[in-house]
């Protein structure tokens, strides 16, 4: 207990009187001062009414007891009472699935990606695709690598140098699109970048449909070559 009398807070603290004992109550508001063994009793009988919340917890016992560090122990207690677990049901707010609007004008909206591994050909192994929101205007263009440099490069000299910059550009989380280089480039030429959901392809459907045209393509080429 003397660790409060000497403590700097907002406590006005004071020996009261209490038959033949005293007990050191905070006289600015009421409640007396309880020592380290006995706040985990209190806790329990006042919590163990009715399972309350942390608040409503902290509310309840405030008004009528305080100690150092109080609702850092209530709100630890709380979290961690074995019938309070137990018993509640902690429901997580789910938001629902939203469509992307339509674009308003061609060449605007893009989706890309990549394919591949290739087999290599005049040095490229992998092609770097765009299509166009609006007017599904496809566009597949070899390169050597998936390193977002190499994408950053494509993007700028095959399509913006053709058709100008885009509004917004969809991708999936391949660490090409999610790099700072690829970041840099949307903030410099103002583009706004949206990644799917990971692990959800379909969120990215119409570049994943020309790719699937792209590798039919490819093997019935292939194969007939051969």
Not at 126 to 153: G, K, M, Q
Request: glycine share 6%; charged share 20%; hydrophobic share 35%.
């Amino acid at each position: 207990m003397a660790s409060y009398r000497t403590a700097t807070t907002g406590l006005l603290l004071q020996d009261i009187n209490i038959g033949s004992s005293k007990l050191l109550c905070d006289t600015s508001m009421g409640p007396p001062v309880l020592p380290t063994s006995w706040t985990r009793t209190v806790f329990d009988k006042i919590h163990g009414l009715s399972h309350s919340g942390v608040r409503p917890t902290q509310k309840a016992i405030a008004q009528r007891f305080v100690w150092n560090g109080m609702k850092r122990d209530i709100r630890k207690w709380c979290k961690e009472c074995p019938d309070c677990q137990a018993s509640k049901i902690h429901r997580h707010t789910r938001s629902p699935l939203t469509e992307r609007l339509p674009p308003y004008d061609r060449f605007c909206s893009l989706h890309v990606d990549l394919v591949g591994p290739l087999p290599e050909s005049q040095g490229m192994t992998y092609l770097f695709t765009i299509i166009d929101r609006f007017t599904r205007w496809p566009e597949a263009i070899p390169v050597p690598n998936y390193h977002a440099s190499t994408c950053a490069s494509a993007l700028l000299h095959h399509w913006v140098a053709r058709f100008g910059v885009p509004v917004d550009i969809i991708s999936d989380r391949g660490r090409q699109f999610t790099s700072v280089l690829w970041t840099q480039l949307n903030m410099l030429l103002g583009v706004a970048a949206n990644t799917t959901t990971a692990y959800h392809p379909q969120a990215n459907g119409m570049v994943e449909r020309l790719h699937r045209q792209l590798k039919a393509s490819l093997k019935a080429r292939t194969t007939g070559a051969n």
